[in-house]
């Protein structure tokens, strides 16, 4: 199945898309992760959206899975709000802040950075955990 699904998505960077705005990708990305359930179906959404660079680093999908299991970036799955801030734009790259809650109810914070490629698609290339004030990572 997993075979399948990295055929898909290796199909899918080679087609042109319809151009999703950032902003959209951004909010999809966090409601998967809000949603993640028992499969995991939100965490392979996101790594369905991870660049080729961040694949090649972060990847294969059961590697992915534990990744984002684990703190800091478990506190992305399954929070309780998130709020995503103005993007800074830098060419074909749109960085976000993130503040969110997590499912414990702690205050954490992430810079999450997506990259236009070449077909078009918006795709995470990188997302770093950052200190939010009155608490550390």
Avoid: C
């Avoid at 961040?54 to 478990?74: E, Q």
């Amino acid at each position: 199945m997993r075979t399948i699904t990295s055929l898909l998505s290796l199909l899918l960077l080679a087609l042109p898309v319809k151009a999703q705005t950032p902003d959209k990708v951004m909010q999809e990305l966090m409601a998967a992760l809000k949603s993640n359930d028992t499969n995991n179906a939100g965490i392979e959404f996101v790594f369905e959206y991870a660049s080729p660079a961040n694949k090649a680093m972060t990847g294969p999908l059961d590697r992915f899975i534990r990744m984002v299991s684990r703190h800091p970036y478990g506190e992305l799955v399954n929070h309780q709000s998130a709020e995503i801030g103005e993007p800074r734009i830098d060419g074909r790259a749109m960085t976000y802040p993130i503040k969110l809650i997590s499912k414990e109810g702690r205050a954490m914070g992430y810079i999450w950075t997506l990259e236009e490629q070449e077909n078009g698609r918006w795709m995470t290339n990188a997302v770093f955990p950052i200190a939010v004030q009155g608490q550390g990572l």
